[in-house]
């Protein structure tokens, strides 16, 4: 499967906006989806995770509440809602895909073989 991260972009404070993920080829279903982020000059961080069937979701403790990751198989497609962005949200966003795996976490980025392009999100004050 590749990947194609979309829908970043300059917004306020407060703002909202939905980044997506397209996946290419049948076999997208398959994968745990997730989304991570790297700010200038920090470490790639977990963002949130998303099921097979997209019936559960993990979230890193900064964006709960605001982040919605969703997801439709029949579309190929990951979504990850954010609101209430805040300046520190500021990042280049990936999304990522893994096969099922019960002995590594979501949050463990080496766990997810398949990368999209970033899309960057600025958060304005």
């Known amino acids: 499967v590749q990947l194609q991260a979309s829908g970043g972009g300059l917004v306020r404070v407060g703002a909202s906006l939905r980044l997506a993920c397209a996946g290419s080829g049948r076999t997208f279903s398959g994968y745990v989806m997730a989304w991570f982020r790297q700010a200038p000059g920090q470490e790639r961080e977990f963002v949130g995770s998303i099921t097979t069937s997209g019936d559960f979701t993990l979230y890193e403790d900064s964006v709960k509440g605001r982040f919605t990751l969703s997801r439709d198989n029949t579309k190929n497609m990951v979504y990850l809602q954010m609101n209430s962005l805040r300046a520190e949200d500021t990042a280049v966003y990936y999304c990522?895909?893994?096969?099922?795996?019960?002995?590594?976490?979501?949050?463990?980025?080496?766990?997810?073989?398949?990368w999209g392009r970033g899309t960057l999100v600025t958060v304005s004050s």
């Open positions: 990522a895909a893994s096969a099922p795996n019960r002995h590594r976490s979501p949050r463990d980025r080496d766990r997810y073989a398949i």
